[in-house]
């Protein structure tokens, strides 16, 4: 599992995003920033910005 917050891209915002793989996580942070902070342009240095703030998360064993 690959998680983001976005708040480590912009600063006060609480925003995570969560997928099974990082073109996922990508897809939907890409989508958050187009809606949420349209001053932000993805750019190929923001996409390895993002790509560098991504974590990785084991798969928790409870729920599944
Ligand atoms: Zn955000």
Not at 13 to 22: F, G, I, L, M
Not at 48 to 60: A, T
């Amino acid at each position: 599992m690959k998680t983001i917050t976005c708040g480590e891209l912009v600063p006060g915002c609480d925003y995570k995003a969560r997928a099974d793989t990082e073109a996922d996580v990508l897809s939907k942070v890409s989508e958050h920033v187009r809606t949420a902070h349209p001053e932000i342009e993805m750019t190929p240095k923001m996409v390895e910005k993002v790509k560098s703030k991504i974590h990785e998360e084991p798969h928790s064993s409870a729920g599944q």
